[in-house]
């Protein structure tokens, strides 16, 4: 890699880490530096997932004090999308991704929407059930089998993964963005875990780059991460809408 690759793909990890800890799509960043740099599709994809899971872990650690206030809904949502992303990942195998790709900004748009409108779809509904974490068993088994369908959804294909992760909490009662951004970036970890591990196995992932932008998504990943936290909630809120929008419209007009 040349001086001027190096450094693009390290900032472009680094927003990239950023983004995916506050309100998710990073691989929107760290996808397209890598084509730009140079790489094919397939190797920047690997890539891209290698480098994004490091960040997605690592900014866990900023999220330490809201995952232990959750930890029993942690552990079920987190096993069941281990599950799901390995049934993903096993139907992308077999699975021709030209159809789904038509259907990726419709999906985009729904889960944005749906993040959007989440409370007043709740009160029309009578859907609310509260904090998950303090819900009944009820509210965790539909908590979970949403969980899985996205961890499939994920496993597959996964553009935009993290704005339905917060989708589903937000339908689900879920009010602090702080704990949902914490669940959510528990969640993407877990989902990402099955294709690392394929990626490398298949060595496709391109080790000098994957290097460069885990440094940069680590820096990235908990330093957004940290401050979130400090932001006012409704501020983060309207972050993750626009950038559901954001996006929505860039797949739109990428189809």
């Known amino acids: ?92 195998i077999y699975t021709p991704t030209t159809a789904f790709d038509r259907l990726v900004p419709y999906l985009l748009l729904f889960s944005t929407l749906l993040f ?57 009662g879920m009010k602090d963005i702080h704990k949902m951004n914490a669940l959510k970036m528990l969640l993407m970890t877990c989902m990402s875990s099955f294709a690392v591990i394929t990626f490398a196995i298949a060595g496709v992932i391109v080790w000098q780059p994957a290097v460069l932008m885990m440094l940069g998504t680590v820096i990235g990943g908990y330093g957004g991460a940290y401050y979130s936290r400090k932001l006012k909630q409704d501020l983060v809120r309207r972050f993750v809408i626009v950038g559901g929008f954001i996006m929505t419209c860039y797949f739109f007009i990428r189809g």
């Open 1 to 92: 890699m040349t001086l001027t690759q190096t450094c693009f793909l390290f900032v472009a990890a680094v927003l990239g880490g950023a983004l995916t800890s506050i309100a998710g799509g990073g691989g929107f960043i760290l996808f397209p530096a890598l084509i730009f740099a140079g790489l094919p599709a397939i190797n920047a994809n690997a890539t891209a997932t290698l480098a994004g899971w490091l960040g997605c872990g690592v900014s866990l650690a900023a999220y330490k004090d809201e995952l232990s206030a959750q930890v029993r809904i942690s552990i079920l949502l987190g096993s069941v999308s281990l599950i799901g992303a390995t049934v993903g990942a096993v139907l992308l």
């Open 116 to 172: 959007a409108g989440g409370s007043k779809i709740t009160n029309c509904l009578h859907f609310h059930l509260g904090e998950l974490n303090q819900g009944s068993w009820r509210s965790h088994i539909i908590a979970s089998c949403i969980q899985f369908l996205i961890a499939i959804y994920g496993g597959f294909y996964g553009a935009g993964v993290a704005i339905l992760i917060l989708a589903s909490m937000e339908i689900l």
